[in-house]
């Protein structure tokens, strides 16, 4: 298959159509040598952008609900909470199929575009929320216009060079773990800045009135750096119809010569264009994705909520600064594991042993979380920053083998509706999970005496219980690898 791959990008070369964005950027991986630096930059920038709002709200939700007034006692914020986190993924489970489809036909950059765009907008205004439907609107319509973290998916795979395919999944899973720990740790540091800083803010300035839009203003400001920037990457998408006389197609050439080599051997390769619903390789890579991404956004609220929470109710009754400490700390342990270590890991074991030891590793971890809030003092802070560390290094660990078997599985003018596929599928888990922690959250605040799992041990067992499921679904017959 070596062989022919390479006599198909041989013969590609002198079929390189100048009026095909998509090629020329096959004939730029070709040429260039060295590693990608500016690709991974882009990449990066752009997958942190569309993360940092998604639980950048975590520190200051439960405070923002107390402040709206619904709530009718402290028992009853965790519910309430769920359902403003949840509007976000309910939105963009109900258009990431569509934006994939946009994605395969018009180009990867316009939807880039309008999703950092959308960021900035949107965001921008939950930070300026005013009651409780508001939120939950400016947060749906921010789902609903996200959709750049699928697009990215298959932007990072296109722009790399197969040698630096786990890089790129690296880079989008780790930029989207990294985002998913700075914007909370944000949203901590910034909320309410009129009481924190009150010789830079006053009450009655415009971040004295709106105490959490400060959060959302910064991470908006950087939406709108990142989308002036991306006005200068390339676009990936295949397009040859600007050249009607040619008689050779450079994209066919390298899908001919797959298809020829899977038929000769017999192995099972990529499912044919439009049918991905019965490629069995790509749904079961994206099923397991799923269950691990619920797991994800649970775990991310109730981390908040219980670190928030009172001490009489088995939470830390830490403050939003104290969470954003803790959460930074934890973005910077991420990112060195995931640059330095997690591409070594991953040529050494494979994407699917990699998930598989991360998500056993995790179980034990979990179960320590109420033990450590019987701790105090510095013991307490060094066993809750290691094991924060621990889990959100896990847990991106997990995912980003996920990815890699997800691209892997189907052809680059699929890539576009398959992640599209991936991130309806995920937002639909990802609604459930944090209208589901709120809920799980609340009831294990009434049972602090119950003789069977009191307290905050309910809510981590049903955490680990998700991740228990998550790694049996990584070995066959379920999970099946697609063949290049």
């Not at 965790?78 to 990431?96: D, Q």
């Not at 910064?218 to 990457?233: E, M, P, Q, R």
């Not at 000769?264 to 691990?292: F, R």
Request: proline residues 4%; glycine residues 8%.
């Amino acid at each position: 298959m070596a062989e022919e791959y390479n006599e198909a990008l041989l013969e590609k070369q002198t079929t390189y159509h100048e009026g095909c964005p998509g090629c020329k950027v096959e004939k730029m991986k070709q040429l260039r040598r060295g590693y990608p630096y500016l690709e991974l930059s882009f990449v990066w920038i752009v997958v942190l952008s569309t993360s940092l709002p998604i639980s950048s709200l975590y520190p200051f939700l439960y405070y923002m609900i107390e402040d709206f007034g619904v709530a009718k006692t402290e028992k009853d914020i965790g519910f309430y909470a769920g359902f403003i986190a949840c509007s976000f993924m309910f939105g963009r489970a109900l258009m990431s199929v569509f934006w994939g489809v946009v994605a395969d036909r018009y180009g990867r950059k316009p939807i880039i575009l309008l999703g950092t765009i959308s960021i900035a907008v949107f965001n921008a205004l939950f930070g300026l929320s005013l009651n409780f439907w508001m939120a939950i609107g400016t947060r749906f319509l921010l789902g609903s216009f996200n959709c750049l973290l699928g697009t990215m998916k298959a932007y990072a795979s296109e722009i790399f060079r197969d040698e630096y395919q786990a890089t790129a999944m690296s880079a989008v899973s780790t930029a989207w773990g990294i985002g998913l720990i700075i914007g909370p740790a944000l949203g901590g540091f910034l909320a309410q800045p009129a009481d924190k800083y009150p010789n830079v803010f006053s009450k009655e300035s415009l971040f004295g009135r709106f105490p959490y839009a400060l959060p959302c203003f910064t991470i908006s400001a950087f939406a709108l750096v990142v989308t002036v920037l991306c006005c200068f990457i390339p676009e990936t998408l295949h397009n040859h119809k600007q050249d009607n006389t040619s008689q050779d197609n450079s994209y066919e050439i390298l899908e001919a010569a797959a298809s020829e080599t899977t038929a000769s051997t017999g192995k099972t390769g990529k499912a044919s264009q439009g049918s991905l619903l019965k490629n069995w390789p790509l749904m079961s890579s994206i099923i397991v994705y799923c269950v691990l991404c619920l797991h994800d956004t649970a775990y991310s609220e109730i981390f908040a909520l219980w670190a928030n929470s009172p001490s009489k109710y088995g939470g830390l009754n830490y403050s939003t600064n104290d969470v954003g400490t803790v959460l930074a700390i934890s973005g910077v342990g991420l990112f060195c594991f995931q640059v330095f270590i997690y591409p070594l890991a991953e040529r050494l074991l494979g994407p699917v042993l990699v998930t598989r030891f991360a998500g056993a590793l995790m179980i034990p971890i979990q179960m320590s979380y109420p033990f450590i809030a019987n701790l105090s003092g510095l013991s307490q802070s060094l066993m809750l920053n290691c094991a924060s560390i621990l889990i959100n290094v896990l847990s991106v660990s997990a995912i980003t083998g996920l990815l890699i078997l997800q691209n892997k599985a189907v052809d680059q003018r699929q890539r576009g509706a398959a992640n599209g596929i991936a991130m309806t599928a995920m937002s639909l888990f990802k609604t459930v999970g944090p209208a589901g922690a709120g809920i799980l959250f609340s009831l294990s605040e009434r049972r602090l005496n119950a003789s069977f799992l009191p307290g905050s041990h309910m809510v981590f067992f049903v955490l680990n219980v998700i991740v228990l499921v998550g790694v049996a679904l990584t070995f066959k017959p379920f999970l099946t690898i697609a063949r290049r």
